[in-house]
């Protein structure tokens, strides 16, 4: 009986380890990724900062969306960390769904 008790606490104080707070980032950049190799070196290079799980990248949006580790890392470190490869990265707001609508102005900005 003790070992089976021992056992389950042992697993829910695994299990509470793995537990991970998992956020997402969407912005654009500047300047904006033109061709697949600016995407490439944006998922190449973004990938290997500290807490990113999943990168990806939408050229006809010119959106990357990021899927991080808030307990290791937070917005701020990422949108850092596109000054190192030379470009500037610009949060888009909930409900964004690309950088920019067919009129050329920011989606954010003809929400408010």
């Known amino acids: ?5 021992l056992l389950a606490l042992m697993c829910t104080v695994a299990m509470l380890g ?12 500047q ?5 697949s ?7 190449k290079n ?14 006809k949006g ?12 937070d917005e701020r470190k990422i949108m ?3 000054g190192k490869i030379r470009y500037k990265a610009i949060k888009l707001e909930d409900g964004c769904t690309k950088a920019t609508n067919e009129a050329g102005a ?3 900005d003809t929400k408010k």
Request: charged share 30%.
């Open 62 to 73: 010119q959106v990357v969306t990021i899927e991080y580790d808030a307990d290791k890392t």
């Open 1 to 5: 009986m003790k070992k089976q008790i």
């Open 106 to 108: 920011d989606c954010c």
């Open 18 to 29: 793995v537990a991970k707070d998992l956020k997402t980032l969407r912005v654009t950049t």
């Open 37 to 43: 190799n600016c995407e490439n070196k944006i998922k």
């Open 31 to 35: 300047p904006q990724m033109s061709c």
């Open 46 to 59: 973004i990938r290997f900062e500290k807490g990113i799980h999943q990168i990806s990248t939408d050229l």
């Open 80 to 82: 850092k960390a596109f």
